[in-house]
């Protein structure tokens, strides 16, 4: 019998999360060596590759036509999918999703920037042709940024309409500090899984609160100090793992505490075990020649939509666990054999290990080759990605529907609490980004959150 999956979330991602395409190609560059590590090892496992879960781009586009059958009905979708004029030639994932769109019969769709949409009759435009939906690849303070210096009226009606999934009402709850609300005041409207998965959080300032085990700390920053080792300072609204100060790998406190009171809008939290979200993968060392066992950190997104739980994207790397900080994207496996996930890690890493570095350093070539083939690549070279999938089972992914369902219902529990003004303590944002929030509440719309687990398998 298994046992419930470990570990907590880091983030929601409510604004405009993203990776969507990225797990696809990496089961496809996983699937590869897998398949020649099984041939040549003959290991005794069954591994499944081709779950719905680990292709989140299919589902994503049903999200977007729910999106725009709710206003539209049975008309042919012209999707927009919008992003900064400057990523819009070398970002692939949004490169692909609109690829993909127009690969599907009777659709339409077209990547642009936020200028090339027009308001006629009442209705939007790109070009001649009649937009049903738009995808805004930022969050709301891009779009402050922009209209400094372009007409962002369409775009802004377009929001206000609701062509614009996700409502950009949803964005506020994503703020990081949310899970202060959901660790205190919030904590009696939340889902048991949401309390279990969610981190002791507090607004960085000096203050007094209750600290993770509910008694009174008089000063926070001093009680940050003493506890520095485990705690990690992440900015509010940050992204990409930039400004995150993780206490263990700090030893400057007074410098890194000084910097975020200075900089403001810092959270601290509680750091999530290390041994939860880390596991051992074969790894090669080209200069050294040699194959060995590497431990690395991982990082588990979750994406949960109206429907429910609609993939993953699993990412590895050193801490913060980004592919902007060095980490790559992992394959993901579903285990059909009757075995504990540790069980048939064990038995994947003993025989990758067996196989020895030349070997697998064909099979390491191989992988790269087809990264760069299939544009898994991250400015200048190929996507990292390991020798053998994250290992998840049936079970999990059970649990992981339960947990993101009641996500779903919590967030929403939330987004309705900021709209009638409790959360402002939690939701510290400009009037002008509260303005453009205020605009187009989700109230439980077809929409994608991104939840971040540092979760273990076992
Ligand atoms: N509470 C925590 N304990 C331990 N590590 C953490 C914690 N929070 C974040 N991290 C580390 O920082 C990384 C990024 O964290 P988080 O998702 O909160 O920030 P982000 O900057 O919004 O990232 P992204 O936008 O890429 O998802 C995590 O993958 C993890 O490596
Ligand atoms: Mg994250």
């Known amino acids: 019998m298994q046992g419930q999956f470990l570990g907590y979330h880091s983030e929601w991602n409510l604004g405009s999360p993203g990776g969507w395409v990225y797990q696809k190609m990496a089961q496809e560059i996983g699937s590869l060596a897998w398949k020649k590590i099984k041939k040549a090892s003959g290991v005794d496992l069954t591994l499944d590759f081709d779950h719905t879960l680990l292709n989140p781009l299919p589902l994503f586009a049903k999200l977007l036509f729910r999106a725009h059958k709710a206003k539209f009905g049975s008309e042919k979708p012209f999707i927009a999918l919008v992003a900064e004029e400057e990523t819009l030639e070398n970002v692939g994932e949004n490169i692909k999703c609109v690829q993909y769109l127009n690969s599907l019969e009777g659709v339409k769709a077209c990547l642009i920037d936020p200028t090339k949409l027009e308001v006629k009759d009442n209705s939007l435009y790109v070009g001649k042709d009649r937009v049903t939906c738009v995808f805004v690849d930022f969050n709301n303070n891009v779009i402050l940024k922009l209209k400094k210096k372009h007409n962002m009226s369409a775009l802004l009606f377009a929001i206000q309409n609701g062509f614009v999934t996700n409502p950009r009402g949803m964005e506020p709850i994503g703020a990081k500090s949310v899970f202060e609300a959901i660790t205190s005041d919030c904590k009696h409207q939340m889902s048991e899984s949401t309390i279990k998965r969610t981190p002791w959080t507090r607004q960085f300032y000096p203050r007094q609160t209750t600290c993770p085990n509910g008694k009174k700390i008089p000063d926070l920053i001093k009680w940050t100090k003493d506890n520095w080792p485990n705690t990690i300072l992440k900015p509010v609204h940050g992204y ?51 194959l060995f066992i590497k431990k690395w950190q991982t990082d588990f997104r979750c994406f949960v939509t109206d429907v429910g739980m609609i993939g993953f994207v699993t990412r590895f790397g050193g801490i913060p666990t980004n592919v902007g900080s060095g980490g790559g994207v992992q394959s993901t496996a579903v285990l ?54 994250r290992i998840i089972t049936e079970s999990h992914i059970e649990q992981l529907r339960t947990y993101s369902h009641n996500l779903w219902k919590d967030a929403l529990t939330l987004e309705g609490m900021w709209i009638d003004g409790k959360l402002a303590k939690y939701v510290r944002i400009s009037e002008e980004e509260e303005e453009i929030a205020r605009l187009a509440p989700w109230r439980g719309k077809p929409a994608l959150i991104a939840a971040d687990g540092l979760f273990g398998f076992r």
């Open 240 to 290: 990409s793992g930039k400004g995150i100060i993780i206490g263990h790998k700090e030893p400057n406190i007074e410098k890194s505490i000084k910097h975020a009171l200075r900089i403001g809008d810092y959270i601290v939290q509680e750091f999530i075990p290390i041994d939860i979200w880390a596991e051992e993968f074969p790894w090669l060392d080209r200069e050294s020649k040699k």
């Open 336 to 389: 059909r054999s009757k075995m504990p996930v540790s069980e048939a890690v064990k038995r994947l890493n003993d025989a990758i290990i067996k196989l020895g570095f030349n070997f697998v350093s064909e099979i390491q070539d191989e992988m790269d080759k087809k990264s760069v083939k299939i544009g898994n690549v991250y400015l200048l070279g190929p996507i990292m990605n390991t020798l053998r999938p």
